[in-house]
């Protein structure tokens, strides 16, 4: 049987709007599938676990309060997740965690909050906080070489400046700036996006390219995932599209 | 330009009255334009002023608190419906100001919404502020958690009043802190009851002190983040308890407080805990004990709240859940129950709901027990049903029919017990439908 194994760091802390839910989905379309999904959780001052170990690192979004309290911890990790990152291992983030990967965070009032520096866009929250991006987005992404709708919800303040590879292109909604006409960052091993949700409730797509790149690290042959009833979520899917893009 | 003000108001309510219809919100908006957003202002209180507010429980408490002065033959001036923000409140006024803005009552006993108690209450003199808790509510509404928290707490730095506090709540406990000079703070908590536990058992916000930052370590908890907790850096959470509810038996449902045993009609500990919040205004104002007796064992809800119907034969029990706890709640009591039953969930994202549905992944499904088919409806009704879907409930036993009335044909459609799930914008409707079924095929409100 085909095991994968996740890290989801801070689940603990940053689990704001529903993005524990993805955890759940992620166990619930591989057991689907028999393949073995284990996540193991980490938060601060657990002991640090051998990051390269897992082929999926999950990073949810929080309150600011929150944000601050896990960016020293995280920088303690900054060796290890780099590693993993570099050694393959997928890293999936939301919102908070998105930010945090990057350069740097800037919040509110002008406070600086160092990033880990993985990938090299930065964000920068306005001055005012009532200036935020909040509502249903859908974002045109590819992946596998098909192109996916992908619905979800964003709710951020930070502007994401920098970003080189988006992760969508926005069809409705903000995006990484207010009225942007791109969302997230992706690359091969990366999804980090504002979408909650959460965002693999309505996008079995996502979920499938995650749950595929990792079963297939180090594969010898090509595995190609069994199809699911996905019914419920096609037609969730639909009734915002058909909302928000005619 | 005051007087002027104030007439044009109350020009705007006799208008409103004449067309029957609610001058709930719109004189006060009105009057909010014209006086540059200090509309609260302009009315001159001179008797006590009691507010409530917190996510869950204010529409409960603000009446039970009511009926303790009106059965004392107070009289009161109360927002009812729940108009509680600072416009609502204001309409409120003007109906019953006189023309120089004076409101003459013995008591105003006020539900207030939390992001509006500092605004309202910086214009108008504040007796008791009692606060019940803070839940993830419409998180894009209301902003996180944190900055509504900071909000009120900026507001307790100055008041000297009365402050009742959930004591077993880390998030409303801290408010405490805020003015040391305060020697008019009161804690309300409630021991053990018999569905307790030793580790959280649903989604929660504030596991750390909001002192020093440790993790706050919890001798039980009752439900989401709400039980016996301390600091054991700094020992925040150590104080006496003004009032405590213990021997809490929901079977029966009884409990004791200040060492007087009550009887209330509702068996969840939310009730135990507003009712404990009531027995302390009541302590506080020295209310005859008949009388908090009779408002404590007499309460019970209407409106969508533990509302019961009959679809026919079969019985049915309405919950409101607008967020994560409440919803959490209405599963707990729906598992404590014997038997097979169905749920109906109905779920919105109205403006009122906040657009964002992503609270109901914080609840937790898979402690579903005996529940035989789920239905699900809503403006949001897939949402729901993947979400319940993913907990693991077999989706060949959903059925998702997001008109109302076909929902509740198809949730009547077999024999057995019923509960009916709504968020905020849904309950109304809902009840509507629940009503539609019961004149259509026999059975009526309970």
């Known amino acids: ?246 | 330009m005051k007087r002027l003000q104030i007439l044009i108001g109350k020009i705007i309510v006799k208008l409103l009255r004449l067309m029957h219809r609610n001058a709930g919100n719109l004189p006060g908006i009105v009057l909010w334009h014209l006086s540059r957003h200090k509309a609260v202002s302009m009315f001159k209180v001179d008797c006590p002023i009691i507010a409530i507010t917190g996510t869950n429980g204010k529409t409960s408490v603000t009446n039970c608190i009511a009926q303790l002065f009106e059965k004392s033959g107070k009289k009161l001036i109360i927002n009812r419906e729940g108009n509680n923000l600072d416009t609502g409140i204001c309409s409120l006024l003007l109906r019953h100001c006189d023309m120089k803005g004076r409101v003459k009552a013995d008591l105003l006993v006020l539900e207030t919404d939390e992001s509006h108690v500092p605004v309202v209450y910086s214009q108008l003199k504040l007796d008791t502020l009692v606060v019940l808790n803070f839940f993830r509510d419409q998180l894009d509404r209301n902003g996180e958690m944190e900055t509504l928290i900071q909000k009120i707490n900026g507001f307790c730095k100055t008041f000297e009043g009365n402050l009742i506090l959930n004591g077993n709540d880390p998030n409303t406990a801290r408010l405490g802190k805020a003015n040391p000079k305060n020697k008019n703070v009161k804690y309300f908590t409630a021991e053990r009851y018999q569905f307790a536990t030793d580790t959280i058992f649903e989604a929660s916000e504030g596991r750390f002190c909001p002192f020093c930052g440790e993790t706050l370590t919890y001798d039980y908890y009752q439900y989401s983040h709400i039980g016996k907790f301390r600091c054991p850096k700094c020992g925040f959470g150590d104080y006496t308890p003004y009032i405590t509810a213990s021997s809490i038996d929901l079977e029966k449902p009884v409990f004791t407080a200040d060492g007087h045993a009550y009887s209330p009609r509702l068996n969840s500990i939310y009730n135990v805990y507003n009712m404990t919040a009531v027995a302390a205004v009541a302590k506080l104002y020295n209310i005859d004990q008949k009388i908090t007796d009779e408002v404590i064992s007499k309460y019970t809800v209407k409106n969508g709240r533990m509302e019961n119907f009959m679809l026919g034969d079969r019985k049915a029990t309405l919950n409101l859940a607008k967020n994560p706890v409440g919803a959490n709640m209405t599963l707990r009591v729906m598992n404590e129950m014997n038997g097979e039953k169905e749920l109906l969930f109905v779920l919105n994202d109205n403006v009122a709901d906040g657009l964002d549905v992503s609270w109901i992944w914080d609840i937790n499904f898979s402690i579903f027990e005996r529940v035989t088919r789920v239905v699900t409806s809503g403006t949001r009704a897939y949402d729901i049903a993947v979400r319940i879907k993913c907990s693991g409930y077999d989706p060949a036993k959903i059925v998702v029919k997001p008109d109302l009335d076909e929902a509740v044909e198809e949730l009547a459609r077999t024999e057995g017990r019923k509960f009916v799930i709504a968020n905020y914008t849904a309950v109304q409707p809902t009840r509507s439908a629940l009503k539609r079924y019961s004149e259509k095929h026999g059975g009526g409100s309970k």
Do not use: W
């Not at chain 1, 920088?75 to 290890?80: A, I, V």
């Not at chain 1, 935020?132 to 974002?139: E, F, K, L």
């Not at chain 1, 999804?191 to 909650?196: G, K, N, Q």
């Open chain 1, 1 to 246: 049987m085909k095991s994968i194994k996740i890290l989801h760091m801070y689940a603990d802390m940053l689990d704001l709007y529903g993005d524990g839910g993805n955890m759940e989905i992620m166990k619930y379309r591989c057991a689907k599938r028999g393949i073995e999904c284990q996540v193991d959780s980490y938060s601060i001052n657990s002991p640090k676990p051998d990051f390269s170990s897992y082929d999926l690192i999950y990073i949810g979004g929080g309150a600011d309060l929150e944000q601050q309290h896990i960016s020293e911890d995280l920088m303690k990790c900054r060796e290890g997740i780099m590693k993993a990152y570099k050694s393959g291992t997928f890293q999936f983030l939301i919102c908070g965690g998105y930010q945090l990967m990057g350069k740097f965070y800037r919040d509110a009032d002008g406070n600086e909050i160092k990033g880990l520096g993985l990938f090299d866009y930065h964000t920068v929250a306005p001055s005012s906080r009532k200036l935020r991006c909040i509502g249903n987005i859908v974002i045109r992404a590819e992946l596998d070489g098909k192109s996916v709708d992908i619905v979800g919800f964003e709710n951020h303040g930070g502007q994401t400046k920098g970003v080189k590879t988006p992760f969508g292109k926005v069809l409705c909604g903000n995006g990484n700036c207010a009225s942007s006409e791109f969302e997230g960052y992706f690359e091969k091993n990366v999804i980090a996006t504002y979408l909650h949700g959460p965002c693999l409730s309505k996008n079995p797509e996502v979920s499938d390219y995650m749950i595929s790149y990792c079963v297939n690290r180090g594969a010898s042959e090509k595995i190609t995932l069994q199809p699911l009833d996905d019914k419920l979520e096609n037609d969730c899917r639909k009734v915002m599209l058909d909302r928000l893009l005619k």
